[in-house]
């Protein structure tokens, strides 16, 4: 058992290593097609608040994440790039609670965090509490690649993104009517609990009573490279500089060639006590599941056993995928094999 | 193989449940003695670079956090009382990097990160950033039970702090001008580095050419439950809001009854990457490793292969104990069985 761990830690160190020899011709032969998963939260979403046009809407932004995503790994580019391109795509939206989409802190702020790993060398990077970097996940693409670092916050993580050159936006593009009304009704709700804190998964603009939060993809490229990001706007009505899972890895996000991609979505302090990302790698690595056991055994037993609410995506190095959540539903989808985008919103969808 | 680690789940959650009837007669049942462990950072720490007299303090700082935290656990305390007051000791030593010994950021100001779990409840918090709190730890332990969240920062963090009745101090009790004097040096070499930016791990202020970090305490108490904290004053020279491993949970500390709790210290990004603390605690749940051989293939294999440096302190329910570092020292030391305080600074020590 113990020799048999230590074949697989040589195994996941060659494939992390960056060395362009054995291991990657090693990756190569080992991996399946191109693939693409995505989220776009997971929470209280159902079809009975769902109108015919606004199904469209989710499943179009979703099929064109997936689609500029995909196009990249088709094309012989990197899993990173893909992932962050398809982020991005979710964060221009107004659809999604990230970047454009985001919610609204306690002092009526928009704080963004967003994170990404490279499952070939195991570098990431990550940034919490930033209110000025139009798409998060270059932000931490750029602490992953350009910094000594793994995780920028605040201010610091804002004037790194502008050394950088990325684009900086003022506050104000992350205003939205319908998510700010949402935090004046949270607030006054509030005000009438006799002190309690009142914080809530981001609620739809859109669709009534809709509760979610979170972008996230996982790219499989055509060297056998695994890479995960995630995105997201936070809870309603957060206050004290709280940041959630999204930022942190091994939580919201982890990659390891030898293992997964994973990315998380959901109530994110249930998704950091269970390092719910690295959790699913380790089983996978240490008991021997696969992708798809692991990804229901955490989400399905251990998260629902704490009380926590959402799910994630990922996949293996041979292409295969999980998207597993408890909740009502998780807007999510995947390409593989050159085939059309598929996308999903509902627990029973097929 | 999966039929196992589905009883093990079982167990996990069990112990992890908050109903006080089977799970804690079974922890109890399942304990040993009450244990404490702790580090005072791993790094380079050198005999030839040390006198006597330092020598002596170092163990005399780490014998009274011992014995502070052991005499709760032996008079029936919690696992997290202990491990908050054996922190609480080196914080408020100059001697650690840590609360009173805290190094500078690039801006020179000190921010100061810790975090703590508790391994019955899986409940964590978390502070990163905070520049006016004395003892970060109490801040983090405050997070995790009087607030929804696991992870706070900056000054959103300092605010929860206040409004919690922590003690605040001027961040100028902080100030140590030996520290200064690294950071000067650091920014020194920085300007002829030709914009290359140099970080470096805390440099004693008292040990020529030492270079550690991070303080952090692992305990177990009389009814079988395990808690494991961290608190650090970063790296020297540090900016962008840089963030490392002692407030991520999952990485520099994770605390499960069900395996093991967990402080981690050192280079704090590869300890992210790693999330080392939560796959120790993996490899003990899935891989069924004992704690020392888990810590020993995290620190000595894994860790060491990608080219970080550190260690980690850590102990399980029988009270067996692990202290497993790469790199020259790491101040150590633990007590059990209502033994004297043993504690340790180099590699060779006994």
Known sequence: MKNFCLFLYLISFMAACDSKTTSENQAKQQSGDVTLVIHGGAGTIRKENMSPEKEAAYHAAMKQALNVGYAILDEGGTSVDAVI??????????LFNAGRGA?????????????????????????????????????AHAVMTKSQHVMLTGR?????????????????YFFDSTRYKHLLRLQEKEKNSGGLSVVQLSEDPFVKGSKFGTV????????????????????????????????IIGAGTYANNATCGISATGWGEYFIRLSVAHDIAAMMEYAHLSIDEAADSVIMKKLTTLGGDGGV????????????????????????????????IYKDDP
Do not use: C, H, W
């Open 85 to 94: 391109a398809a982020i991005k795509v979710m964060e221009d939206s107004p």
């Open 216 to 247: 996230g993809a996982v790219a499989l490229d055509k060297s056998g490279n695994i890479a995960a990001g995630t995105s997201t706007g936070g809870m309603t009505n957060k206050r004290y500089g709280r940041v959630g899972d999204a930022p």
């Open 156 to 172: 610091g993580a804002e004037q790194f993104a502008e050394e950088q050159g990325l684009e900086i936006v003022d506050p104000s």
């Open 313 to 344: 995506v990922g996949l293996d190095q041979q292409g295969n995928i999980t998207m597993k959540f408890n909740s009502d539903g998780m807007y999510r989808g995947y390409i593989k094999e050159r085939g059309a985008a598929k996308t999903f």
């Open 103 to 139: 919610v609204f802190t306690n002092e009526g702020k928009n704080e963004l965090d967003a994170s990404i790993m490279d499952g070939r060398t195991l570098m990431a990077g990550a940034v919490a509490g930033v209110t000025n970097v139009k798409n998060p996940i270059t932000a």
